[in-house]
């Protein structure tokens, strides 16, 4: 017995020690208290086992730490290694970048290396250039010198030969001849720049553009102060603003080796130099400056007039640019590469003259374009214009001023284009909640559309989102319109704070004009019906409550804080707030109109002897359509629903009322009296079971008081506390207005005197007939009082 309770308490102990084991230590407590209170020394025997336990742990603990002891003491072998290795690399690096420091001195200043290296290849170009035209001058200047020696110096000494007098003749026309060429050629030189003059504009607006592409940081950063753009110059080099010389093609080796075609290149200017020169030796120069500045002038007039179509595309503006640019940098060739024979007046006056009828061209011409993309491109070429055009020193302040004007025309035709775009949203719009069925279909929304809401997001898949599909749509055009807005805004050297508050104002004019438009012609027409303006209301919410995501995409563009002092806020979201309010009020008329439909078609027997004991069938799907219209207002914000309910009540409590009182209904029996009387009591449940949630008391049912309180004066015909309680405030008939009792009154009377309803009393009781007369005498003498 003894051995079995023994070998028992050692099972039990085993059993014990694997708990503890495998117990957490906060439970371990009623483990520990189930061996006290075992047998007597139980807790002795217990720990001995613990004892042994533990030691053979122990024992386990060591043999694991003798198994993996060698592998540790090779890994910390192998670490020192590495140390030794790494303080050795870590010296050769150190070593390895101060050589690079060292030998990259020697080439810091490449890029002065290289601006010396094409100012010296420009030198050689010219003096090259200049060799081959010293042979000529020297001609023509030897003999116009010979000339002029034989006239005063040698023809003198030996004029009485007759010879010598025909040569003295013969000089002075000979003069004319040679200022004849020379005009001749000039003349041609005149004819080969106006038909060169679009090439020689192209390719100086295109050297324009490479080198704003190249230095497009550096041109980001300028923008943000002072915008100072480089000199071009004809040779194909630039001037920059401390009168350094740098080479426009600086890109790549096999770009700076590439031939740039130069006005040289396009036009030959010997004919103007050795005419300039022929007349300034015959002394006529005053002669030809005059021609040259008078035929010059002409010529800008012509180019200056524009294609009559240039509007209707981008190579027409092109092509005009080209043209104007070309005039200009020959002119300015001319200015440089003479003395006098331009000067810096007369060229700005052409300018001036130029810049004036430019303006009025593009003014004009830029009012007849309705595509964006058109006028997106017309700016662009504006930009490059003016900046090629101020790079050779004439002021553009006027063209960058216009393209204010053509942004305000870029965003009329974008909010044209958006407009067609708003509309076509909300005719495909299928105004339900929008469904996804999968976690992946629900995040494609919500990257489109900022939307959260806890209490959806917990639900489980398949779910509806409350907003339809037209609401992501939108939204996305809204940032797909500011981009477009954006693209107006580059390269005008303008501050990021210009820029944000353009994009504000543009997107404002799209929020509260063109879309409210749009929203406002929605909810106007025809086919949106009543649980279509239900969604749209819901749908103007989340565009409302998403405009401070609109914000924050902005500043995000723009990198300008909101808190700004000059920052424009978004004052769009009343668009939404109005679009709510007016289809919160077509609601009202909507429903009103469906009220309407229901009641023409009410067939009351007015001249019925008893009612039929249940109320219209007219009645009943009129309450039955309030109930399940209802139904679908539980998705508005609560105010709106409770309106609606409200203004249904009141306008079914006034129509019934007018259908008793129309003026063309002559006669009214008692029994359809009592009919019209189940009806309203119709009406009066449907009040009272709560369609909408949120009225106190009997607020809706006070919308049928009216006519509750003139149908029981009637039905229970208790004129005499009628007219006793008149004008009391507490009388029981204080909503029934004597007018309306006595017009009632009088159509319960048959002319006919056949079947009158009186007719009972006056052939059983004439004392009851005399009491209603009575009656309608005092109310007819309360209708005067009123009116008196």
Same mark, same amino acid.
């Given at each position: 017995?003894? /051995?079995?309770?023994?070998?028992?308490?050692?099972?039990?102990?085993?059993?014990?020690?694997?708990?503890?084991?495998?117990?957490?230590?906060?439970?371990?407590?009623?483990?520990?208290?189930?061996?006290? =209170?075992?047998?007597?020394?139980?807790?002795?025997?217990?720990?001995?086992?613990? =004892?042994?336990?533990?030691?053979?742990?122990?024992?386990?603990?060591?043999?694991?730490?003798?198994?993996?002891?060698?592998?540790?003491?090779?890994?910390?072998?192998?670490?020192?290694?590495?140390?030794?290795?790494?303080?050795?690399?870590?010296?050769?690096?150190?070593?390895?970048?101060?050589?690079?420091?060292?030998?990259?001195?020697?080439?810091?200043?490449?890029?002065?290396?290289?601006?010396? %290296?094409?100012?010296?290849?420009?030198?050689?170009?010219?003096?090259? !250039?200049?060799?081959?035209?010293?042979?000529?001058?020297?001609? @023509?200047?030897?003999?116009?010198?010979?000339?002029?020696?034989?006239?005063?110096?040698?023809?003198?000494?030996?004029?009485?030969? %007759?010879?010598?007098?025909?040569?003295?003749?013969?000089?002075?026309?000979?003069?004319?001849?040679?200022?004849?060429?020379?005009?001749? =050629?000039?003349?041609?030189?005149?004819?080969?720049?106006?038909?060169?003059?679009?090439?020689?504009?192209?390719?100086?607006?295109?050297?324009?553009?490479?080198? %704003?592409?190249?230095?497009?940081?550096?041109?980001?950063?300028?923008?943000?102060?002072?915008?100072?753009?480089?000199?071009?110059?004809?040779?194909?080099? #630039?001037?920059?603003?401390?009168?350094?010389?740098? *080479?426009?093609?600086?890109?790549? /080796?096999?770009?700076?080796?590439?031939?740039?075609?130069?006005?040289?290149?396009?036009?030959?200017?010997?004919?103007?130099?050795?005419?300039?020169?022929?007349?300034?030796?015959?002394?006529?120069?005053?002669?030809?400056?005059?021609?040259?500045?008078?035929?010059?002038?002409?010529?800008?007039?012509?180019?200056?007039?524009?294609?009559?179509?240039?509007?209707?595309?981008?190579?027409?503006?092109?092509?005009?640019?080209?043209?104007?640019?070309?005039?200009?940098?020959?002119? =300015?060739?001319?200015?440089?590469?003479?003395?006098?024979?331009?000067?810096?007046?007369?060229?700005?006056?052409?300018?001036?003259?130029?810049?004036?009828?430019?303006?009025?061209?593009?003014?004009?011409?830029?009012?007849?374009?309705?595509?964006?993309?058109?006028?997106?491109?017309?700016?662009?070429?504006?930009?490059?214009?003016?900046?090629?055009?101020?790079?050779?020193?004439?002021?553009?302040?006027?063209?960058?001023?216009?393209?204010?004007?053509?942004?305000?025309?870029?965003?009329?035709?974008?909010?044209?284009?958006?407009?067609?775009?708003?509309?076509?949203?909300?005719?495909?719009?299928?105004?339900?909640?929008?469904?996804?069925?999968?976690? /992946?279909?629900?995040?494609?929304?919500?990257?489109?559309?900022?939307?959260?809401?806890? /209490?959806?997001?917990?639900?489980?898949?398949?779910?509806?989102?409350?907003?339809?599909?037209?609401?992501?749509?939108?939204? #996305?055009?809204?940032?797909?319109?500011?981009?477009?807005?954006?693209?107006?805004?580059?390269?005008?050297?303008?501050?990021?704070?210009?820029?944000? *508050?353009?994009?504000?104002?543009?997107?404002?004019?799209?929020?509260?004009?063109?879309?409210?438009?749009?929203?406002?012609?929605?909810?106007?027409?025809?086919?949106?019906?009543?649980?279509?303006?239900?969604?749209?209301?819901?749908?103007?919410?989340?565009?409302?409550?998403?405009?401070?995501?609109?914000?924050?995409?902005?500043?995000?563009?723009?990198?300008?804080?909101?808190?700004?002092?000059?920052?424009?806020?978004? @004052?769009?979201?009343?668009?939404?707030?109005?679009?709510?309010?007016?289809?919160?009020?077509?609601?009202?008329?909507?429903?009103?109109?469906?009220?309407?439909?229901?009641?023409?078609?009410?067939?009351?027997?007015?001249?019925?002897?008893?009612?039929?004991?249940?109320?219209?069938?007219?009645?009943?799907?009129?309450?039955?359509?309030?109930?399940?219209?209802?139904?679908?207002?539980?998705?508005?914000?609560?105010?709106?629903?409770?309106?609606?309910?409200?203004?249904?009540?009141?306008?079914?409590?006034?129509?019934?009322?007018?259908?008793?009182? *129309?003026?063309?209904? !002559?006669?009214?029996?008692?029994?359809?009296?009592?009919?019209?009387?189940?009806?309203?009591?119709?009406?009066?449940?449907?009040?009272?079971?709560?369609?909408?949630?949120?009225?106190?008391?009997?607020?809706?049912?006070?919308?049928?008081?009216?006519?509750?309180?003139?149908?029981?004066?009637?039905?229970?015909?208790?004129?005499?506390?009628?007219?006793? *309680?008149?004008?009391?405030?507490?009388?029981?008939?204080?909503?029934?207005?004597?007018?309306?009792?006595?017009?009632?009154?009088?159509?319960?009377?048959?002319?006919?005197?056949?079947?009158?309803?009186?007719?009972?009393?006056?052939?059983?009781?004439?004392?009851?007939?005399?009491?209603?007369? #009575?009656?309608?005498?005092?109310?007819?003498?309360?209708?005067?009082?009123?009116?008196?």
């Amino acid at each position: 017995m003894a /051995e079995n309770e023994t070998l028992e308490c050692i099972t039990e102990h085993e059993r014990i020690l694997q708990e503890i084991e495998s117990t957490d230590t906060a439970c371990v407590g009623p483990t520990l208290r189930s061996i006290y =209170d075992d047998q007597p020394n139980a807790h002795k025997r217990f720990m001995e086992k613990l =004892d042994a336990r533990i030691r053979n742990h122990d024992r386990e603990i060591e043999k694991m730490c003798n198994f993996h002891h060698q592998g540790f003491v090779d890994a910390i072998t192998e670490l020192l290694k590495v140390r030794a290795d790494a303080e050795k690399l870590m010296g050769q690096v150190t070593d390895t970048n101060r050589r690079l420091q060292e030998a990259g001195r020697e080439v810091i200043h490449t890029e002065e290396v290289i601006r010396c %290296r094409i100012q010296q290849r420009n030198m050689a170009t010219t003096v090259e !250039k200049l060799q081959l035209c010293i042979p000529e001058f020297c001609l @023509y200047y030897a003999a116009l010198k010979t000339m002029e020696q034989l006239e005063k110096v040698y023809i003198p000494r030996v004029s009485q030969y %007759r010879f010598c007098q025909i040569m003295a003749e013969n000089l002075p026309r000979l003069r004319e001849e040679i200022k004849e060429i020379s005009m001749s =050629d000039l003349k041609d030189f005149l004819e080969s720049i106006r038909k060169h003059s679009d090439k020689v504009g192209e390719t100086a607006m295109r050297q324009a553009q490479q080198h %704003r592409t190249f230095n497009s940081a550096v041109a980001k950063q300028a923008s943000m102060g002072h915008y100072t753009k480089p000199v071009y110059s004809l040779n194909g080099r #630039t001037h920059t603003p401390n009168g350094q010389l740098m *080479d426009d093609d600086t890109g790549d /080796e096999e770009e700076a080796d590439e031939e740039i075609l130069t006005a040289q290149d396009l036009v030959d200017f010997s004919p103007v130099y050795r005419c300039l020169h022929i007349y300034t030796v015959l002394g006529d120069r005053e002669t030809f400056e005059n021609y040259y500045r008078k035929q010059r002038k002409k010529q800008a007039r012509l180019v200056l007039q524009p294609q009559a179509n240039m509007h209707e595309t981008v190579e027409g503006y092109r092509k005009y640019f080209n043209q104007i640019v070309g005039f200009f940098v020959v002119e =300015d060739h001319i200015l440089h590469a003479t003395r006098g024979l331009v000067t810096r007046a007369f060229t700005d006056e052409l300018w001036n003259m130029a810049l004036s009828k430019i303006i009025a061209v593009l003014r004009t011409h830029s009012s007849y374009c309705d595509d964006p993309d058109l006028v997106l491109e017309l700016k662009n070429l504006i930009v490059i214009f003016a900046d090629t055009l101020q790079g050779y020193g004439f002021p553009v302040n006027r063209l960058f001023d216009l393209l204010f004007e053509v942004r305000d025309q870029y965003n009329e035709t974008l909010l044209k284009k958006w407009a067609l775009v708003f509309r076509e949203i909300f005719e495909l719009d299928n105004y339900s909640p929008i469904p996804v069925d999968t976690e /992946e279909e629900y995040k494609l929304v919500v990257s489109r559309f900022p939307f959260h809401d806890a /209490e959806i997001e917990k639900q489980d898949f398949p779910k509806k989102l409350p907003m339809s599909q037209s609401v992501p749509q939108i939204y #996305t055009q809204v940032k797909e319109f500011i981009y477009a807005s954006l693209k107006f805004s580059e390269s005008l050297h303008r501050s990021s704070t210009e820029i944000d *508050d353009m994009l504000r104002k543009s997107t404002n004019l799209l929020l509260t004009r063109t879309l409210s438009s749009c929203l406002q012609n929605l909810i106007k027409k025809p086919h949106i019906g009543l649980t279509e303006l239900v969604q749209i209301i819901i749908n103007t919410t989340h565009l409302e409550q998403a405009c401070r995501y609109l914000e924050e995409f902005i500043t995000n563009i723009t990198n300008v804080s909101p808190e700004t002092v000059h920052t424009t806020r978004l @004052y769009g979201l009343s668009t939404f707030k109005d679009a709510r309010h007016a289809a919160e009020g077509e609601i009202y008329t909507k429903l009103n109109q469906k009220i309407d439909e229901f009641i023409q078609l009410a067939d009351y027997e007015w001249g019925m002897a008893e009612s039929d004991g249940r109320a219209s069938g007219y009645l009943m799907d009129l309450i039955n359509f309030l109930r399940s219209t209802f139904q679908v207002f539980t998705h508005l914000p609560g105010k709106v629903a409770q309106t609606a309910c409200m203004s249904a009540c009141k306008h079914l409590s006034t129509s019934l009322m007018q259908m008793l009182l *129309d003026t063309e209904l !002559k006669q009214i029996s008692m029994g359809a009296i009592q009919q019209f009387n189940l009806d309203v009591i119709q009406c009066e449940l449907f009040a009272s079971s709560e369609p909408v949630p949120g009225f106190q008391g009997d607020t809706l049912q006070l919308a049928f008081i009216d006519l509750r309180q003139l149908l029981d004066l009637f039905m229970v015909w208790d004129w005499s506390t009628y007219l006793a *309680d008149y004008g009391q405030p507490t009388s029981k008939y204080l909503r029934v207005n004597p007018a309306t009792a006595l017009a009632l009154l009088e159509k319960m009377k048959d002319t006919s005197k056949k079947n009158n309803i009186f007719s009972q009393f006056r052939k059983n009781d004439r004392d009851k007939q005399k009491l209603i007369e #009575t009656v309608v005498k005092q109310l007819r003498s309360l209708v005067n009082g009123m009116s008196s």
